[in-house]
């Protein structure tokens, strides 16, 4: 039977999955399809479910990794902790969320780390930022979070001294500022405080250099794109879905 999966949120114009999926499936003569579902609100999401019954899982990109959780049956510890699913398990008619951003960026951000990135700015405070900050405390690398409106636990971006800049070494974009088609915008980060002692990671994959990584390597920063999170959650979801799999009938 062709199993069905596929990706939620909205607008979903350039999305790597579904070249991905389809590539592994072809190499690996896995008999299933992975498309993409547009959803202008997160209301729609279960009928959505009812007018796709053969949905055995699916990923969830932004805006809705947090605003997805009440519409599940049920929500992983770890994905429940951070507050963000980004894939769902849907088995028997029940959804069970997980999060595999977290295990995506922490594996692809630790070669990189060097003895002086010991604190970290997360750039965002959506439900990308929130698994950032939970590999962040797996690494124990403790963070603060920048917005463009300050709160009590938020840094603005106005707040970024040349103080505060050198003292966090590892920066995080977790917006979509500047990702295609807006190539050109960029978070208002103060890139004139940024040496070669800093890493950026940014966790956008499109266009491989984002203007935020661009300005940093300007100054000597190391950088890094979204790309190799992106297949290392692709293969983490993949692996969720298929838990239990060979105890399913295989026809």
Same mark, same amino acid.
């Given at each position: 039977?062709? =199993?069905?999966?596929?990706?939620?949120?909205?607008?979903?114009?350039?999305?790597?999955?579904?070249?991905?999926?389809?590539?592994?499936?072809?190499?690996?003569?896995? %008999?299933?399809?992975?498309?993409?579902? #547009?959803?202008?609100?997160?209301?729609?999401?279960?009928?959505? @479910?009812? &007018?796709?019954?053969?949905?055995?899982?699916? %990923?969830?990109?932004? #805006?809705?990794?947090?605003?997805?959780?009440?519409?599940? /049956?049920?929500?992983?510890?770890?994905?429940?902790?951070?507050? &963000?699913? %980004?894939?769902?398990?849907?088995?028997?008619?029940?959804?069970?969320?997980?999060?595999?951003?977290?295990?995506?960026? $922490?594996?692809?951000?630790? #070669?990189? @780390?060097? !003895?002086?990135?010991?604190?970290?700015?997360?750039?965002?405070?959506?439900?990308?930022?929130? =698994?950032?900050?939970?590999?962040?405390?797996?690494?124990?690398?403790?963070?603060?979070?920048?917005?463009?409106?300050?709160?009590?636990? *938020?840094?603005?971006?106005?707040?970024?001294?040349?103080?505060?800049?050198?003292?966090?070494?590892?920066?995080?974009?977790?917006?979509?500022?500047?990702?295609?088609?807006?190539? /050109?915008?960029? #978070?208002?980060?103060?890139?004139?405080? *940024?040496?070669?002692?800093?890493?950026?990671?940014?966790?956008?994959?499109? !266009?491989?250099?984002?203007?935020?990584? =661009?300005?940093?390597? $300007?100054? +000597?920063?190391?950088?890094?794109?979204?790309? $190799?999170?992106?297949?290392?959650?692709?293969? &983490?979801?993949? /692996?969720?879905? %298929?838990? +239990?799999?060979?105890?399913?009938?295989? $026809?």
């Amino acid at each position: 039977m062709l =199993a069905h999966y596929g990706l939620i949120g909205y607008p979903l114009q350039h999305s790597f999955s579904p070249a991905y999926f389809k590539k592994k499936f072809a190499a690996s003569n896995i %008999n299933a399809v992975y498309d993409l579902y #547009p959803i202008e609100s997160i209301t729609e999401f279960r009928s959505l @479910l009812a &007018a796709h019954p053969d949905l055995k899982g699916l %990923n969830v990109t932004t #805006p809705y990794k947090e605003a997805v959780i009440p519409y599940l /049956d049920e929500i992983d510890a770890v994905a429940a902790e951070m507050g &963000a699913v %980004n894939c769902i398990v849907i088995r028997e008619g029940k959804t069970k969320g997980y999060n595999t951003d977290a295990t995506g960026f $922490e594996k692809s951000l630790n #070669p990189l @780390l060097m !003895p002086q990135h010991t604190s970290a700015l997360i750039l965002g405070t959506g439900g990308s930022s929130k =698994a950032v900050a939970y590999a962040l405390t797996q690494l124990g690398i403790p963070f603060h979070k920048v917005s463009r409106h300050k709160t009590d636990h *938020v840094f603005c971006y106005d707040e970024l001294s040349a103080e505060v800049v050198s003292y966090y070494k590892l920066i995080i974009n977790t917006t979509p500022t500047g990702m295609y088609p807006n190539v /050109d915008h960029v #978070p208002p980060f103060p890139f004139q405080h *940024v040496g070669d002692h800093h890493l950026l990671f940014d966790l956008i994959y499109n !266009p491989e250099e984002t203007k935020f990584l =661009a300005m940093g390597k $300007e100054r +000597g920063a190391v950088s890094k794109n979204g790309f $190799e999170m992106l297949q290392l959650q692709a293969e &983490a979801s993949w /692996d969720i879905w %298929n838990q +239990g799999a060979e105890s399913e009938d295989p $026809e």
